[in-house]
């Protein structure tokens, strides 16, 4: 697959080393050679660069967009990530992406216009990480949460404390053939394991749960997190565009305090958010006395958002040593990210990771509705649906080879979810829920594409 990325800035550049692994043929424009260099220097990334302004024409004809498969636009610039989109797809690019910045252009109603224009799909990752947050709040006791083919199946990451129930059991014991979960992902330190029926949780883990919406409430009683909480108010570090998505988008019951260091941002976003449950505070919330001075520990939940990766880290820490139980921190640096995993902050919410998830998924040849990246764990979860004729259907589980570090984690069928287990059949028309360890999730695709039917080309596009 031929793949051209415009912008070889944070969110291009972690592109360019995800899918570089895929063995995808890789173009990287950008009129900066010190980013470019950056990226082939590190021995980390096999791809082309093109050190020319990402716009141009000549560039575009030099990396090849006429047979380029997918044309991705993420520049810093809107403007010319659009521009860029229009005239790749003009010159024979088949798919393009932009990187934008207007929530307005999310809108279904404008999704036509883009099409016509040449713009196949818009990614904007400040709106998917406030979704991503306002998840993590609605359920405290989870470090990660994501509704599967609308909440017919749910997965949750969650740290195990000295309260869990589950520790040093073999899973065969915990997750037995009737079992309504599935265990399918465990983080432990800087390992990702896709366990085995003799594998153990421990102290410390993060285990990753596949069930069914009526029964995370006995998930939590297995993990001893009864006493979570509920998040009903929540104080915001930072007045950024990912706290504004989140005033506009929380739920009603979720009262908002936003501190931000900047005066004239104060009274921008005074303007902006005309709601009586959101309290904008001119202070500095680096300060620990401007935190208690604003009741810090009168509130549930506290998110530093701030751009400065160290500054949110730090913060988390200081409200959770206020008493704060959920904590969330944008983490921009990927090299940052299990560091803050170890000084076990909370949850962690990375741009680039979620921007990547949504374009991954228009590699996939296969019918997958949805995919994501666990920012913390090496591993992708992806939701496929499996074809008439396709490998994957006709067998019990137990029969189907799989590469190692893959698995299973539940289907669903008619609309309802069910975990998978080893007698499973899957059926045609199933949605099929796969966990892979990085890198990994792209060699199941052939096991859900017709045998006789080659190349599956449609992509439902739809962020996570």
């Known amino acids: 697959m031929k793949i051209i990325i415009a912008g070889a800035g944070a969110v291009g550049s972690h592109l360019a080393r995800l899918l570089s692994k895929d063995d995808q043929d890789i173009v990287v424009i950008d009129e900066s050679q010190s980013k470019t260099d950056m990226l082939t220097d590190s021995g980390s990334c096999d791809v082309m660069t093109i050190n020319m302004p990402p716009t141009s024409i000549t560039a575009m004809k030099e990396a090849g967009v006429q047979h380029a498969n997918l044309f991705i636009a993420v520049t810093p610039d809107e403007s010319r990530n659009i521009t860029c989109c229009m005239l790749a797809h003009t010159l024979g690019a088949q798919k393009t992406v932009a990187r934008i910045d207007n929530a307005e252009y999310m809108q279904p109603q404008y999704q036509e216009i883009f099409r016509r224009m040449g713009i196949d799909s818009l990614i904007y990752p400040e709106v998917l990480a406030s979704r991503e947050i306002l998840e993590g709040l609605k359920h405290s006791w989870v470090r990660q949460y994501w509704e599967i083919h609308g909440g ?83 104080m915001v570090m930072g007045g950024g565009r990912i706290s504004v998505n989140i005033a506009h988008q929380k739920p ?38 401007t935190l208690i001075d604003e009741g810090i520990k009168k509130h549930q939940a506290f998110a530093a958002l701030t751009p400065e990766t160290e500054t949110n880290i730090l913060a988390c820490l200081a409200a959770k040593r206020l008493g704060v ?132 080309t449609k992509i439902i596009d739809k962020l996570t």
């Open 152 to 234: 017919a199946l749910i997965m949750m990451g969650i740290k195990l404390r000295e309260t869990a129930h589950i520790l040093d059991v073999p899973l065969r014991e915990l997750c037995p053939p009737d079992a309504p979960y599935h265990i399918v992902t465990i983080k432990r330190d800087d390992q990702t394991i896709i366990p085995g029926g003799n594998d153990c949780l421990q102290l410390g883990d993060i285990a990753y749960f596949i069930t069914t919406r009526k029964h995370t409430s006995l998930i939590r009683e297995l993990v001893g997190k009864e006493d979570y909480p509920d998040v009903r108010s929540v």
């Open 252 to 289: 009603d019951w979720l009262k908002m305090k936003i501190v931000e260091r900047s005066e004239e941002r104060c009274y921008q976003l005074n303007d902006l958010l005309e709601n009586d449950d959101i309290v904008v505070i001119h202070g500095d919330g680096r300060d620990t006395g």
């Open 325 to 456: 139980r959920k904590t969330v921190a944008l983490v921009e640096n990927m090299d940052y990210v299990n560091m803050a995993e170890k000084l076990d902050i909370g949850t962690i919410i990375n741009k680039k990771v979620i921007a990547a998830s949504h374009i991954h998924q228009m590699m996939l040849r296969a019918d997958v509705t949805t995919m994501k990246s666990l920012t913390i764990a090496s591993a992708d979860v992806a939701e496929f649906v499996a074809l008439e004729g396709s490998a994957i259907t006709g067998k019990p589980i137990r029969e189907l080879r799989f590469p190692r570090g893959v698995t299973l984690g539940g289907l669903i069928r008619d609309k309802i979810g069910m975990p998978i287990n080893g007698n499973t059949i899957i059926q045609p028309g199933d949605s099929v829920v796969v966990f892979a360890i990085d890198g990994l999730i792209k060699k199941m695709d052939h096991f859900f594409r017709k045998a006789e039917g080659g190349i599956i």
